[in-house]
């Protein structure tokens, strides 16, 4: 079975600070996908940022990147230079293929707030 | 290129009674998914179909819940009868196929209040 643990339920941040969320995550498959969804209030899920696990470079999108410590199965996000547009849930997901389905689990999410 | 479309977004039903909503995934995505997300959690996959077949229901309430996707396009969920723990936001995704590492690109939503 796949799980998700995200351990800091809300988190706050200056506009233009840099924050980082954790994400740990465990699984027995070998080929794995990582991703960040953003979940503003009231709005549609989008996706943030997405990590192979295959690949070692740490994959980043803009103002956002994530640290991908295979071994600890660890996978933090980072957002530099907040905006108050980036309040909103975060939710960190591992995406694995099972026979003919593909499962995406998600963690319990982050409340992020960014205040001026 | 539009969205995935959802409707209704809110409803208020009473317990046993039944409801359903609806879903159209982004045009050309053979792979929809139906998710539970209860306040405060993550989504929790409830069904999962590609083109009109289901690969995964396995966390399908089934005694009350049942989907279908017809023509391999837009789908719907129903809940018959419903409880009080049913009350959810229930979100659909599309992918383009179901490939490991496939972008799910996910609706806004039906907001379910169950009384």
């Known amino acids: 079975a796949q799980t998700v643990t995200q351990s800091q339920p809300e988190m706050s941040v200056q506009e233009a600070e840099t924050v980082t969320l954790s994400c740990t995550y465990d699984?027995?498959?070998?080929?794995?996908?990582l991703f960040w969804y953003k979940q503003p209030p009231s709005r549609q899920m989008i996706l943030v940022i997405r990590?192979?696990?295959?690949?070692?470079q740490n994959a980043t999108e803009n103002r956002f990147s994530v640290n991908f410590q295979k071994a600890a199965k660890s996978f933090s996000l980072k957002i530099s230079d907040s905006q108050l547009g980036d309040t909103a849930m975060y939710f960190c997901?591992?995406?694995?293929?099972?026979?003919?389905?593909?499962?995406?689990?998600f963690g319990t999410g982050t409340r992020l707030q960014v205040t001026l | 290129e539009a969205g995935v479309a959802q409707s209704p977004r809110y409803k208020i039903i009473e317990k046993r009674q039944s409801v359903a909503f609806w879903c159209n995934p982004i045009?050309?995505?053979?792979?929809l998914y139906w998710y539970q997300q209860i306040l405060g959690q993550g989504p929790k996959l409830l069904i999962q179909?590609?083109?009109?077949?289901?690969?995964?229901d396995s966390q399908l309430p089934k005694d009350r819940f049942s989907a279908e996707r017809l023509k391999g396009v837009d789908s719907t969920l129903k809940i018959q009868p419903a409880k009080l723990e049913d009350s959810a936001v229930y979100l659909c995704?599309?992918?383009?196929?179901?490939?490991?590492?496939?972008?799910?690109?996910f609706g806004p939503g039906t907001r379910l209040t169950v009384l």
């Open positions: 995704a599309s992918s383009p196929h179901v490939l490991a590492g496939d972008t799910q690109y």
């Open positions: 699984t027995s498959e070998s080929n794995y996908y």
């Open positions: 990590q192979e696990a295959y690949k070692q």
């Open positions: 997901a591992l995406h694995i293929r099972t026979g003919t389905a593909s499962k995406l689990t």
């Open positions: 045009s050309g995505h053979a792979t």
């Open positions: 179909f590609q083109n009109n077949g289901v690969v995964d």
